[in-house]
């Protein structure tokens, strides 16, 4: 089974501050790094570290060397990067405070350009019981999701950053969805964990549903499963790439033929090691390191 990855691909521009910006305010951060991310890229490097047959497809422009360099680096497949001549890459400006909390403003660039032509010479090349992992950083994304039902491909939504873009797809045709609780909230109108899975469940019965509940841990559920992981503690750095990372080993542990249970562990572990470290795709571990992290602490 492959994974193709249609998603975004961002350069971040990151800055330290000791609280984020609040409305009309000026400060002075406290540092500039600059990391490869965008919630696609750091799936594909999530999905390819841990040991899964990766493709990613999107856009970037001409400035996007660095993006596909870490792709590549990662050990995923970027044929089905586009560049663009008429537009740059997507970037992200992302305040990190001294907590290691971030928030978020993001330009779509080159992300935005991605046409139903391009869709259809990507999607060709895959079939069924291959992956399919989108999030809602590219554009045609009903689109792309009809494309890989017609294939039979088994489609997974990460629907973040969540908007009204999400809430006119057609969600029946997804195999699974990976949601936080603001997510969760948006999609069920349900506010506790096991009241937003109900409600997801009875509208969408053969889903499979992941909610991941920040410090209060991260379930599954289907129609039949129903399991939970608590967190495992890990000194905050930056929490950028967590849920990414968390997606990507979660889903390739799940492919591999693991339990939800089995799964919800490896892509915990994954994600604490992520918040240790600074930056999003450079922060996400292999998997010989969440292994040993596993081991180490018992799970």
């Known amino acids: 089974m492959k994974v193709l990855n249609f998603g975004s691909l961002n350069i971040d521009y990151v800055y330290a ?19 490869c991310g965008g919630k696609g890229l750091n799936q ?8 899964a047959e990766t493709y990613h497809a999107g856009a970037v422009g001409k400035d996007g060397g660095m ?19 008429d537009c740059a890459s997507g970037h992200a400006i992302i305040q990190v405070s001294k907590s290691g909390e971030n928030c978020i403003l993001l330009h779509g660039g080159a992300n935005q350009s991605i046409d139903e032509a391009f869709v ?12 399919l992992m989108l999030q809602n950083e590219i554009n045609n994304l009903d689109y792309i999701i009809r494309g890989a039902k017609a294939r039979r491909m088994f489609t997974v939504l990460n629907p973040s950053p969540f908007d009204e873009k999400i809430l006119a797809l057609d ?4 195999d699974a969805i990976i949601v936080n609780e603001t997510e969760g909230n948006g999609l069920s109108g349900k506010t506790k964990a096991e009241e937003i899975v109900a409600e ?11 909610l991941t509940l920040g410090k209060h841990g991260a379930m599954y559920a289907d129609a039949t499963v129903r399991t939970f992981c608590d967190i495992m503690p890990m ?26 249970e089995r799964a919800l562990k490896t892509a915990t572990a994954a994600s604490a090691l992520a918040v240790s ?3 999003a795709a450079p922060s996400i571990p292999s998997l010989e390191e969440v292994n040993a992290l596993l081991a180490e602490r018992g799970w």
Do not use: C, W
């Open 235 to 260: 000194p905050v750095k930056d929490t950028t790439a967590a849920g990414d990372t968390f997606t990507g080993y979660f889903f390739s542990t799940l492919l591999q033929g693991a339990t939800p």
């Open 277 to 279: 470290r600074m930056g």
């Open 44 to 51: 594909s490097v999530a999905f390819a570290r841990s040991g």
């Open 17 to 35: 501050v000791d609280h984020f910006v609040r409305a009309g305010e000026t400060i002075s951060s406290n540092g500039l790094q600059l990391f």
């Open 67 to 85: 993006l596909t360099d870490m792709l590549k680096s990662a050990g995923a497949n970027t044929d089905f990067v586009r560049v663009r001549e």
């Open 171 to 174: 969600l029946s045709l997804l």
């Open 120 to 131: 259809d010479e990507v999607l060709a090349q895959f079939g069924a019981d291959d992956l």
């Open 200 to 210: 997801l469940l009875s509208r969408y019965p053969a889903m499979k549903i992941v």
